[in-house]
């Protein structure tokens, strides 16, 4: 069941974008859509997530010399599903990169002897860690019907920060105003289990 109150943050911050205009924006997805995207992927949107993308889906915007990302903005829609995939995959992805250089958490065990022997046991481990859903490029918020609120995180495995303390900030961070490290009111809290471990002060 989707909360109306979990609903508004993403509705305001679709409206938000909109009045920006950094990026083209197509009609927003339909429940058989959604129903059809998280069936296929396996996860569920947070509440203000869904509100954000049935308001309106974000699918491109201009190309600028040394961006990392060609398609920023996940086409939920009309992208190839492999694409989809991999955009998904992206937080474990870059976590297992670490695992093959040296990264290993204590509660996997003892660690294997070779990277190749590590990346997989720490493969199997995520299996059943949260699952992260991308906003755009490398952020991202927490999967999860009937939740709201989270703040969205930019993640590059050991190199994940805060990058909103909700949708609407986020929007703000990202496209407008971006907030000095260290401002007065800047203490979102951490929702979502194992990855917050990997969280750092923006100025680290």
Do not use: K
């Not at 699918?59 to 903005?73: D, F, I, N, R, S």
């Not at 996940?74 to 991999?86: F, G, H, K, Q």
């Not at 990169?97 to 290993?104: A, F, I, K, L, Y």
């Amino acid at each position: 069941m989707i909360n109306d109150a979990g609903s508004r943050p993403g509705v305001a911050a679709a409206r938000r974008l909109a009045a920006l205009g950094c990026c083209r924006i197509d009609s927003g997805l339909t429940d058989p859509e959604f129903d059809r995207i998280e069936r296929e992927h396996g996860f569920e949107f947070a509440d203000d997530h869904r509100a954000f993308l049935a308001a309106g889906l974000p699918v491109w915007q201009p190309y600028e010399e040394g961006q990392t990302w060609e398609h920023p903005w996940p086409d939920w829609r009309n992208a190839d599903p492999e694409a989809l995939r991999e955009h998904l995959a992206w937080p474990v992805d870059c976590l297992l990169w670490d695992v093959q250089h040296g990264h290993w958490r204590q509660e996997w065990g003892d660690l294997p002897e070779t990277p190749e022997e590590a990346v997989a046991v720490a493969r199997l481990r995520l299996a059943d860690v949260p699952a992260m859903v991308p906003v755009y490029a490398h952020r991202f918020l927490p999967a999860g019907r009937g939740t709201a609120a989270h703040p969205v995180l930019s993640m590059r495995g050991w190199d994940t920060i805060y990058y909103g303390t909700d949708l609407l900030d986020y929007i703000e961070q990202e496209f407008q105003e971006p907030r000095p490290d260290r401002a007065d009111d800047w203490n979102p809290q951490a929702t979502v289990p194992f990855w917050r471990d990997y969280l750092r002060a923006p100025d680290e």
